[in-house]
């Protein structure tokens, strides 16, 4: 039996997680469950789960939890950053999910290493901002990091049983969000409901914008420089509408391994879950005789600057990939609040990253700094 751990369970992969839980309950036992602010949904995943200890982000869900479980056994609830990080390093665990939303996610990853366990990472934004500090720490305390994200796990799928000395590329695919064929001239006028409206794959509101901007594949890049250990240099993102092939790894001999898939983030997860065994978790194949045709295409760099800021973040380092995703954040969440346009999101990480003066080879303390640097300057051009 293992034993999740799944801090974010209420969210899109929070969800999904629990979705294969329930196919498999002789395999895996649900033994904590965090979420911040989905309080009626977390008692649901309580009373179907059993989990022991559950962790919220507020008093008030806390006492808003304790009221929903009236008449049943209300596990143990830990409350605030903290309680995350309790979570996440809790003795009952062996796989801790990290399935929460941005910045948050990196103290309860950092937790959860130190307490060895295996990681199941769907939190991209971790790695974007201390990479270096996450994976050294992993390698220390001898801790696997399973990818889960879409590419990630394409990639980490195409590299079993080949040699890292053999790597040569990886080709990371991107959807193109809903805006791949927009005309530039109409990005102004983009509303929230647009953006969110994506073509392909079913995510929550942050990642959904995202891939509208392309934010999600500038993060994802970061994310395979720190997972796989490779140069940026040597990741091409291809724009591929039908988000079938979900990444591919070239390798010296000319051969290029590809992974795919109806696009359905069930499929990754349970990879992490289960590998090196897979399990039916009931996704259909493509149905490649009436897909037709598979296209790749190059980035668009002009209407979606994202790639550049990943490009020039990575090749500059420090605490910049930190300051690139603060900045993000609070750009995508005034978006989403009406505050500012679609194109401001860019001005906005743009501005952050030309203003920030950036530190080498940071510390943790360093990395937080200038994320709150970042959020702060951010929310001032707001
Ligand atoms: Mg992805």
Redesign the pocket.
């Known amino acids: 039996m293992k034993k999740l751990a799944i801090l974010g369970s209420t969210g899109s992969i929070g969800q999904s997680t629990l979705k294969i839980v329930s196919l498999y309950p002789d395999r895996f036992d649900v033994e904590l469950l965090a979420a911040a602010y989905n309080i009626s949904l977390l008692s649901k995943q309580i009373k179907q789960f059993n989990p022991k200890i559950v962790a919220v982000m507020t008093e008030d869900g806390a006492s808003q939890l304790r009221t929903l479980l009236k008449g049943y056994t209300c596990p143990e609830i830990l409350i605030g950053e903290s309680g995350y990080i309790d979570a996440a390093s809790n003795e009952k665990a062996d796989i801790v999910f990290l399935a929460m939303v941005g910045a948050a996610g990196l103290r309860p990853a950092l937790a959860a290493i130190d307490a060895k366990k295996t990681i199941a990472l769907a939190n991209k934004e971790t790695l974007v901002m201390a990479g270096d500090i996450v994976m050294s720490k992993a390698k220390e305390n001898n801790v696997r990091i399973f990818p889960v994200?879409?590419?990630?796990s394409a990639i980490f799928q195409c590299l079993q049983g080949n040699r890292q000395k053999d790597f040569k590329k990886i080709f990371l695919t991107a959807s193109g969000g809903p805006f791949r064929k927009k005309k530039l001239s109409e990005f102004g006028s983009i509303t929230p409901e647009d953006a969110l409206n994506h073509p392909n794959w079913s995510m929550g509101n942050k990642i959904s914008i995202d891939s509208a901007t392309l934010m999600?594949k500038a993060l994802?890049i970061i994310e395979a420089v720190h997972l796989f250990d490779v140069s940026a240099e040597s990741i091409e993102v291809l724009i591929h509408p039908q988000s079938i092939v979900h990444s591919m790894v070239g390798f010296k001999d000319g051969s290029v391994i590809a992974q795919m898939g109806i696009p359905d983030m069930k499929g990754a997860i349970s990879y992490a879950m289960s590998l090196p065994e897979r399990l039916d978790i009931g996704v259909e194949f493509p149905d490649f005789s009436t897909l037709k045709n598979l296209e790749f295409e190059k980035c668009d760099n002009e209407k979606f600057p994202s790639l550049n800021f990943a490009f020039e973040v990575c090749k500059k380092g420090g605490t910049l990939p930190a300051v690139m995703n603060a900045a993000n954040e609070v750009a995508v969440e005034a978006f989403l609040d009406m505050k500012i346009s679609f194109p401001a999101i860019y001005n906005i990480i743009s501005k952050c990253l030309g203003k920030h003066n950036n530190i080498d080879k940071p510390d943790l303390s360093g990395i937080i700094e200038a994320d709150r640097w970042a959020r702060e300057t951010a929310l001032s051009l707001i």
């Open positions: 994200d879409s590419e990630h999600n994802e």
